[in-house]
């Protein structure tokens, strides 16, 4: 079963007290080992039920991280027994759901998420990400823009980077550019956005103007199977035959099994 990506889930995973690997969002991380986190508190008051919430989503994290899904399942179905209005369960349930392709419960909780606090950056940023996978894009930019609005909202480069990838993907290169042109102003070596300009310049024919977004992003971030199969494309454009054997060379060396290194071996590598 194809494995959802989790880099949408941006700064809710930094609330939750995780951190998401910087290029490889499919990687949830726990800061403190599990023999760490408090015991469940009694059921009291609002304070402790809500504190009760956090510990089992934050348990829930770990689960997901390490591929439990049943059991991360099991500890949100928790979490929001204690507090049925705590954000952070209904959205990572929603990431739960997407991830298993129960599509309509992941809406259905990425929508509750939203009704708790509808001008949360982060709550529609990450229901705005789940639209545009879906192909639901006129849809998504709203929620993106809903995002971009909130001015709490502590990682706007994620927003303006999904936005800006949302509509490259119906070619839309005239709105996409200064979203993404945004996110670098924020955040110079974002890794995604740099890679977006890489992959759209060369779609317009800039092979050049890809090039230097490439070397960018190389200078700031560790190499992907993505990042490495663009740069060869790039390469390849420019005539740079040195170069793109290097980035093919790379990309079956250190990623031998990924979708990428495997289409260098069909007729096409373009």
């Known amino acids: 079963m194809p494995r959802k990506p989790f880099y949408l889930l941006g700064a809710m995973l930094l609330a939750l007290g995780l951190a998401a690997c910087k290029h490889d969002p499919g990687i949830i991380?726990?800061?403190?080992p599990l023999n760490n986190l408090k015991q469940e508190p009694h059921d009291t008051n609002q304070e402790d039920k809500q504190s009760?919430?956090?510990?089992?989503?934050?348990?829930?994290?770990?689960?997901?991280?390490?591929?439990?899904?049943?059991?991360?399942?099991?500890?949100?179905d928790r979490a929001l027994g204690f507090d049925d209005k705590y954000i952070p369960a209904h959205t990572l349930l929603a990431i739960l759901d997407w991830r298993i392709d129960r599509l309509p419960a992941a809406d259905a909780e990425f929508r509750k998420a939203i009704a708790l606090d509808p001008s949360n950056g982060d709550s529609n940023n990450n229901y705005g990400?789940?639209?545009?996978?879906?192909?639901?894009?006129?849809?998504?930019?709203?929620?993106?823009?809903?995002?971009?609005a909130d001015p709490?909202?502590?990682?706007?480069?994620?927003?303006?980077?999904?936005?800006?990838?949302?509509?490259?993907?119906?070619?839309?290169?005239?709105?996409?550019?200064p979203y993404l042109h945004k996110a670098l102003e924020?955040?110079?070596?974002?890794?995604?956005?740099?890679?977006?300009?890489?992959?759209?310049?060369?779609?317009?024919?800039?092979?050049?103007?890809?090039?230097?977004?490439?070397?960018?992003?190389?200078?700031?971030?560790?190499?992907?199977?993505?990042?490495?199969?663009?740069?060869?494309?790039?390469?390849?454009r420019l005539g740079d035959k040195s170069s793109a054997s290097s980035y093919s060379d790379r990309l079956q060396d250190q990623f031998p099994n990924s979708p990428?290194?495997?289409?260098?071996?069909?007729?096409?590598?373009?």
Do not use: W
């Open 260 to 270: 990428q290194a495997q289409s260098l071996n069909g007729p096409n590598h373009d």
């Open 52 to 76: 009760a919430a956090q510990t089992h989503t934050q348990l829930a994290a770990v689960y997901m991280g390490q591929g439990h899904l049943k059991e991360a399942e099991t500890a949100l």
């Open 129 to 148: 990400k789940f639209l545009c996978e879906q192909g639901k894009r006129q849809e998504a930019m709203k929620y993106y823009r809903r995002a971009l």
């Open 29 to 32: 991380k726990y800061s403190s």
């Open 152 to 177: 709490f909202y502590k990682t706007p480069e994620v927003a303006n980077t999904n936005a800006g990838t949302c509509l490259m993907k119906s070619r839309d290169y005239v709105a996409a550019e």
């Open 186 to 236: 924020i955040q110079p070596g974002y890794g995604p956005a740099l890679l977006a300009m890489a992959r759209m310049d060369l779609a317009r024919g800039k092979a050049f103007d890809a090039r230097g977004y490439m070397q960018r992003f190389e200078s700031a971030g560790q190499a992907t199977p993505e990042s490495l199969l663009l740069g060869y494309q790039i390469a390849t």
